[in-house]
C-alpha cells in the first residue's frame, strides 16, 4: 500500500502552535473510530425513528470526514459485549479501533437529548463528553453539533454544521437558496423573481453576497440571512462575485461600473468602496487569502482568462496560471497553498488544482459535461461544485482528491454552490 | 299607471335599438351570391375580396404587444467573440432605421453567450456584445439615452442543447422595447 503524506494542513494549525501530520494510506485515514450502535430511550415512533436519523446523519459525518475512518458493522459485530457504562475496550481495541463513540438519545417529551461518550481504546481512558439537548426537529443538526466536537476534540475544522448557498430553478427562476453540507434541508431565501447568481458565504454563517437582477441591472447585495434583510453593496454597471475577508470587515467584488470588470474592496461598516485593480481586462473573482495578505482573481488582461495573485492593496499582480488558455473561477483552499479553478480544455470544462509552493497542477475532473464553480470546504478536505454531467445542473461535492463524488440536489437547475466559510483564526 | 306605462315605453325603446343594431351587422357583410340574385343580374367572375391593411401604430398597442410583433431583430456572434459581423450589420441598419422612425422608442439590448464559458466571463462577454451593439446603433445615428444594456450571460439560452447549432443561436443580441 502506498504511502502518501499530507502536510497541506500543517500552516493551518501553526498558529495554534500544534502540528499535526495525518497519514493517509492509500487514502484510508488514521482515525479509526468504532461507533456501535446508539442506545435509544424513546417510546414514541416519532422520538424512536428521530433518533434512528441522528445515528443515521452522525455516521454518514464521520464516514465523509477523511479524518475518521469508522469500522465496519462486521467488526463491530465482533464486540459481544456492549455495557454503555463501562465499555470493553480491550475488545474494541482487539478489532483494530483507536477510539469508541457510545451514543445515547432520550426522548424528554418534545425534545431529545444527543449523549456521546468517546474512548481511548489504547490508553483505555474515557477522553470526551458532550451532550445536546433539542427539539426532535433540530435532530439533525444535533448529529452534526456532536461531529463537530470530535473534530475539534482532533484539532480539525468542524465542517458538519457548516452549509451550501446555491442558485436554484427549481420554482421557475434562479433563486437564491441554502441547504446542508450534506445536501439536507434545502431552503429558498429569496422571492424576487428577478433572476439571483453568484453567492458568497460570510466566516460567521450569517450572511450572504449574492448579485440580483431584481431591478433589472446586476446589483450586488448582502442577505443578513437570520434577520431576513437584504443590503444594497453596489449598483451601476454589472456588479458580481463577491468574496468577504477572513474577518467579514470587508467584501471585495468584480464592477464593470468603469467601463470593464475592476475588483473593488467595500468596507462593511463605513460603507465606503475602494478601486483595486486598473487594466484593460476584465478581472473577476477576486479571493482573499486565508491570512488575508494576497488576493487571487482572474483576468483576460492578456487577452484570455488567466490567474493572478496580488497584495491585498492591488499591488504587485503577478501571475499564476501558465497551462490553458482559459483558467478563471478560482477558489483558495484554507492552507493557502491549493488553488481550485475550471480550465477549458479543447472545448471542456474540468476543474484543476494547482500547488503554489511547487507549481503541480492535478485534474480532478474528466468527460464530456460542464463542470463549474468550485468551491472548498472550510477544511480544505471537500470540494463542492456544480456540473451539467447529469443533463441539468446540479451540485456535487468530492473529496480533495477527486474522490467520493455525491450529487446534492435533483430538482431543476442548481448552480453556483458557495461553501460556508469558518475563521479559524478567530 | 304613470310609471308602467313610461317603464313599458322605454322597453319598447330599447327593444327597438337592439333591433336596428342587429339590422346593422347584417348590412356590413352582404353575401355577393344573394346580391346577385336580389338584382337578377348575371354575374360571370367571382369578386375577389379587396385587400385591406390597417396602419399600426404603436401608440396603440402594450410594450408587450410591441415586443412580440420583433419589430428590432436580434443578431448573433462568433464564438468568444463581441465584435458585429458583416453579415449581421444590414440588421442593425434595419433597426437603426425604425428606430429613427420612431423616435420617442427607447430600448434595452441584452447580451446573451453560448454555454462554453465560465459564469462571470460570459457577463463580462455578454456585456461586451451589448456594448458593441450599442455603439453600432450610436454611430447610426441613435442617441445613446435612448438605449439601456444589460448581459445575462449564458443564463437565458435561446437553445438549451450542447451542440454548435445551438451556440450559434444562443450568442446574440436582443432587443427589447422598454419605452413607446
Redesign the interface.
Given at each position: 500500500m502506498r504511502k502518501i503524506l499530507i502536510f497541506m494542513f500543517l500552516s493551518l494549525f501553526s498558529f495554534s502552535q500544534q502540528e499535526i501530520t495525518i497519514r493517509i494510506k492509500g487514502g484510508i485515514p488514521a482515525i479509526r473510530i468504532a461507533v456501535p450502535p446508539f442506545i435509544v430511550r424513546a417510546t414514541t415512533q416519532q422520538a424512536i425513528s428521530a433518533a434512528k436519523e441522528i445515528e443515521e446523519a452522525f455516521r454518514a459525518d464521520l464516514a465523509f470526514s477523511r479524518v475518521f475512518d469508522p469500522l465496519s458493522r462486521d467488526l463491530i459485530a465482533l464486540v459481544k459485549d456492549r455495557n454503555p457504562e463501562k465499555p470493553d475496550l480491550k475488545a474494541w481495541e482487539s478489532v483494530g479501533a483507536s477510539v469508541v463513540f457510545i451514543g445515547k438519545v432520550e426522548e424528554k417529551g418534545e425534545y431529545l437529548r444527543f449523549v456521546g461518550k468517546l474512548y481511548d481504546a489504547r490508553s483505555k481512558n474515557f477522553i470526551l463528553g458532550k451532550s445536546f439537548y433539542g427539539k426532535i426537529k433540530y435532530r439533525r443538526l444535533m448529529a452534526h453539533r456532536m461531529g463537530d466536537e470530535l473534530l475539534k476534540y482532533f484539532g480539525q475544522v468542524p465542517i458538519f454544521t457548516t452549509k451550501i448557498a446555491f442558485i436554484s430553478d427549481r420554482d421557475g427562476n434562479?433563486e437564491l437558496y441554502i441547504m446542508d453540507y450534506d445536501g439536507m434541508n434545502q431552503m429558498r431565501l429569496t422571492y424576487t423573481k428577478g433572476?439571483e447568481?453568484?453567492p458568497a458565504w460570510s466566516h460567521n454563517g450569517e450572511m450572504i453576497a449574492y448579485t440580483s437582477?431584481r431591478k433589472?441591472?446586476?446589483d450586488l447585495y448582502i442577505r443578513h440571512i437570520y434577520q431576513g434583510r437584504d443590503e444594497l453593496v453596489a449598483r451601476g454597471g454589472?456588479n458580481?462575485?463577491p468574496d468577504f475577508s477572513p474577518d467579514d470587515k470587508f467584501l471585495l467584488y468584480?464592477s464593470?461600473l468603469p467601463g470593464?470588470?475592476e475588483i473593488y474592496i467595500y468596507n462593511l461598516r463605513t460603507k465606503q468602496r475602494r478601486r483595486l485593480t486598473f487594466s484593460y481586462g476584465?478581472d473577476?473573482?477576486p479571493k482573499w487569502s486565508p491570512d488575508e495578505e494576497k488576493i487571487l482573481f482572474?483576468s483576460?488582461r492578456s487577452g484570455s482568462?488567466q490567474l493572478y495573485i496580488m497584495d491585498s492593496d492591488g499591488k504587485n499582480p503577478r501571475r499564476i496560471t501558465f497551462q490553458g488558455s482559459?483558467n478563471?473561477?478560482p477558489d483558495w483552499a484554507p492552507d493557502g497553498d491549493r488553488i481550485i479553478y475550471?480550465s477549458?480544455v479543447l472545448?471542456r470544462?474540468n476543474l484543476y488544482m494547482l500547488f503554489l509552493s511547487t507549481s503541480q497542477v492535478i485534474k480532478l475532473t474528466s468527460g464530456m459535461a460542464?463542470n463549474?464553480?468550485p468551491c472548498f470546504s472550510p477544511d480544505g478536505r471537500h470540494i463542492v461544485f456544480s456540473s451539467?454531467r447529469s443533463g441539468k445542473y446540479q451540485i456535487y461535492i468530492m473529496d480533495y482528491d477527486g474522490k467520493n463524488l455525491r450529487q446534492l440536489t435533483s430538482k431543476g437547475n442548481n448552480?453556483?454552490p458557495s461553501w460556508q466559510k469558518i475563521n479559524y483564526r478567530r | 299607471m304613470k310609471k308602467i306605462t313610461v317603464g313599458f315605453l322605454a322597453l319598447l325603446f330599447l327593444m327597438t335599438l337592439g333591433g336596428c343594431k342587429k339590422k346593422e351587422k347584417v348590412k356590413v357583410i352582404p353575401p355577393a351570391e344573394k346580391q346577385v340574385a336580389k338584382t337578377g343580374e348575371e354575374v360571370k367572375e367571382k369578386p375577389i375580396p379587396k385587400p385591406v391593411v390597417q396602419e399600426e401604430s404603436i401608440e396603440d398597442m402594450s410594450l408587450e404587444e410591441i415586443n412580440k410583433k420583433g419589430y428590432l431583430q436580434r443578431i448573433h456572434f462568433d464564438f468568444d467573440k463581441y465584435n458585429i459581423r458583416e453579415d449581421q450589420k444590414p440588421i442593425l441598419i434595419k433597426n437603426a432605421e425604425w428606430l429613427k422612425a420612431h423616435p420617442t422608442v427607447k430600448i434595452l439590448i441584452e447580451g446573451h453567450c453560448d454555454e462554453r464559458g465560465t459564469e462571470e466571463y460570459n457577463l463580462a462577454l455578454g456585456e461586451k456584445r451589448a456594448k458593441a451593439v450599442r455603439d453600432f446603433l450610436i454611430s447610426l445615428g441613435i442617441s445613446p439615452d435612448r438605449i439601456k444594456i444589460v448581459s445575462y450571460g449564458k443564463s437565458r439560452p435561446l437553445d438549451p442543447r450542447h451542440n454548435e447549432e445551438a451556440w450559434a443561436k444562443n450568442r446574440r443580441a436582443e432587443f427589447v422595447i422598454i419605452a413607446k
Open positions: 434562479r433572476m447568481m453568484l437582477f433589472g441591472n446586476p454589472s458580481i462575485t468584480s464593470s470593464n470588470y476584465s473577476l473573482t482572474s483576460d482568462p482559459y478563471a473561477s475550471v477549458r472545448g470544462f460542464m463549474e464553480n451539467n448552480l453556483m | -
